[in-house]
Nanobody, 119 residues
């Protein structure tokens, strides 16, 4: 069982930055690929980025490329978000894949952290 806890959300102005963190036990997280998803009001949940268990392979959705960076270290996975836009406003979720690879097979979810981009 993988328990994931997100933090780092908040209110930021357009063009600003936030860093989200996802934490679990160092021992258990090391076996899984971890993804960040988001869900805006009235929209379906969508993947933002994913990182495999070794940290050597990352995948980004088109809207995240060049602005967001996913990384992992010592039981934590981070999502650095730069040049934020109002359309990035959503609840962001940390998600654990079923295996070491980013295959879209999510077995574990965090509780989510709210990100609001507004002037």
């Amino acid at each position: 069982q993988l328990q994931l806890v997100e933090s780092g959300g908040g209110l930021v102005q357009p063009g600003g930055s936030l860093r989200l963190s996802c934490v679990t036990s160092k021992f258990s997280m090391g076996y899984y690929a971890i993804a960040w998803f988001r869900q805006a009001p009235g929209k379906e949940r969508e993947r933002v980025a994913c990182i495999n268990s070794s940290g050597k392979l990352t995948i980004y959705e088109d809207f995240a490329k060049g602005r967001f960076t996913i990384s992992r270290e010592d039981g934590r996975v981070y999502l650095q978000m730069n040049s934020l836009k109002p359309e990035d406003t959503a609840v962001y979720y940390c998600a654990g894949e079923r295996s070491s690879w980013c295959r879209g097979e999510i077995d574990y979810w965090g509780q989510g952290t709210q990100v609001t981009v507004s002037a």
